[in-house]
């Protein structure tokens, strides 16, 4: 699956919101083929009438120092903005992959997400999700979420 985007989308002139959360506590997912949310990396928001804006792009990036284990090992994680997968995705995105007993790294991946602007309030929360695809546990500490909220403009660059 190919997901490509064909034109720039373009964030006004301002500033943009910023949300940061972290944890250091030590995760372990130890079932495999169920995509769960990763506790406390979840970050409110909602676009619309009455929000900070009728919609915008929002780009989100996710680091952790990250296990993986078992022989051999895959790991998936994706970042969801209102319960939909953010860009760029595609059915083959691994976050980690291992092929010793265990293996420890820092990682970090981005998302984006656009809103165009409507009236209408909608949920934009933004939650990180993990799959532990094969082997024996996929683990997460000291990690970091952070969310850029920039406000939509139509127009060129």
């Known amino acids: 699956m190919s997901d490509a985007l064909k034109d720039p989308i373009h964030a006004s002139g301002q500033l943009p919101r910023v949300a940061v959360i972290w944890n250091s506590d030590r995760y372990e997912l130890t079932t495999k083929g169920s995509w769960v949310d990763l506790p406390g990396a979840v970050i409110p928001a909602q676009v619309g009438q009455g929000t ?36 760029p995705q595609s059915n083959n995105h691994r976050y980690a992959t291992a092929q010793s007993p265990e293996e420890w790294g820092s990682l970090t991946t981005i ?4 809103y165009p602007p409507e009236a209408t309030v909608r949920d934009a929360t933004i939650k990180v999700k993990v799959h532990l695809g094969s082997g024996t546990v996929f683990g997460f500490q000291n990690w970091l979420l952070k969310v850029e909220r920039y406000p939509y403009e139509g127009g060129g660059f």
């Open 111 to 114: 998302r984006a997400f656009e």
């Open 52 to 87: 900070p804006s009728l919609g915008g792009l929002f780009v989100a990036t996710f680091t952790a120092e990250t296990l993986i284990g078992g022989q051999p090992s895959s790991g998936s994680l994706d970042i969801t903005f209102g319960g939909q997968d953010g860009h």
